[in-house]
């Protein structure tokens, strides 16, 4: 069966500070991957998805940037956190594009400070 | 801009009675429709998923579509209160190119 793990769970970081959050997916083969974010008491905002290694789309522009360096890996980086980066960050995977059944990770709680 | 509406509640619900959570969408050529559950401080979790007009049974659970009404419903039956959370209704737009919408949730409390 098919598996993600994303990690830390929670993170508290200063402004200003880099960030690194890792996503891997287990049991498939070329998922389709996304980055989200749930800020409090909004919906989830869509920040970047890839549809195959190297290939990454940006949704909203911002200080955020993603990477997929190998097939079931999904990094999501900044150089310089903002406080309005604090949120609650979910990795997730879909079999495919038109299918967008989304199976979400467990989601990293960031604070920043 | 293609939207995906839910009343934000909080829905309080008797245990044991029906919950009924509801959900319009404005892109009329939607094809796929889902239902998230999203306990506090968690992530979600896909509970239901519906594709043609009508009811979808699964457990405890109902979803309905209307497309000509453009809209999608989640039925509790025989709430308990582990079902409070924050249910999400999701949207898959007609234009595959476009990902898909979440609405904002619905918070449901059931009453012990």
């Known amino acids: 069966s098919q598996t993600i793990h994303q990690w830390p769970a929670t993170l508290v970081q200063p402004v200003g500070s880099p960030l690194s959050l890792e996503c891997t997916v287990e049991g498939t083969s070329n998922p389709n991957l996304y980055w989200y974010r749930q800020a409090a008491g909004r919906g989830l905002q869509l920040l970047f998805y890839?549809?195959?290694?190297?290939?990454i789309s940006s949704e909203v522009p911002q200080n955020l940037s993603a990477s997929r360096p190998q097939d079931r890996q999904f990094i999501l980086s900044s150089k310089k956190l903002l406080l309005s980066d604090s949120g609650f960050y979910l990795c997730?995977?879909?079999?495919?594009?038109?299918?967008?059944?989304?199976?979400f990770g467990s989601g990293t709680q960031l604070s920043v400070l | 801009q293609k939207e995906v509406e839910q009343n934000s509640g909080p829905l309080s619900v008797p245990e044991g009675a029906i919950a009924s959570l509801n959900c319009t969408y404005s892109d009329r050529g939607s094809q796929s429709f889902f239902w998230y559950r999203q306990y506090s401080g968690k992530s979600p979790e896909l509970i239901m998923f519906i594709y043609s007009n009508g009811d979808k049974e699964d457990g405890r659970f109902t979803a309905q579509l209307n497309k000509a009404s453009q809209y999608v419903s989640l039925l509790i039956r025989d709430s308990q209160p582990s079902d409070s959370a924050t249910y999400l209704c999701?949207?898959?737009?007609?234009?595959?190119?476009?990902?898909?919408?979440f609405g904002k949730g619905t918070r449901l409390h059931i009453l012990p």
């Open positions: 999701a949207v898959n737009p007609l234009n595959r190119d476009d990902k898909i919408i």
């Open positions: 997730a995977w879909s079999i495919t594009k038109a299918n967008e059944k989304l199976f």
């Open positions: 890839s549809v195959g290694i190297g290939q």
